[in-house]
Nanobody, 115 residues
Framework: QVQLVESGGGLVQAGGSLRLSCVASESIFSINVMAWYRQAPGKQREFVALLTTGGSANYADSLRGRFTISRDNAKNTVYLQMNNLKPEDTAVYYC?????????WGQGTQVTVSS
């Protein structure tokens, strides 16, 4: 069973930046896709960004240019750098992995952007 633990959320003013981290309990980046999702109050969970096993990144169209996903294989950690944050980015951000070893979710980390 893979465990994913997110951190780095918090309260930030509009225009600010945050970097979220997701630590995986095993070395899975060469096997499974890693991704970030978010869920705002009263809304469905939505895709934010993903990294393929080969290291290619894909983003939700509305977030491309402000958010960057990356990984550190040695630390089993995936990052989400979020710049120029807006109040509408307020949500719980979840780390996800999917692929041959299964699908797993982290517990989420709250990001709140004040105007």
């Amino acid at each position: 069973q893979v465990q994913l633990v997110e951190s780095g959320g918090g309260l930030v003013q509009a225009g600010g930046s945050l970097r979220l981290s997701c630590v995986a309990s095993e070395s899975i980046f060469s096997i499974n896709v890693m991704a970030w999702y978010r869920q705002a109050p009263g809304k469905q969970r939505e895709f934010v960004a993903l990294l393929t096993t080969g290291g290619s990144a894909n983003y939700a169209d509305s977030l491309r240019g402000r958010f960057t996903i990356s990984r550190d294989n040695a630390k089993n950690t995936v990052y989400l750098q979020m710049n120029n944050l807006k109040p509408e980015d307020t949500a719980v951000y979840y780390c996800n992995t999917a692929g041959p070893i299964g699908t797993y979710w982290g517990q989420g980390t709250q990001v709140t952007v004040s105007s």
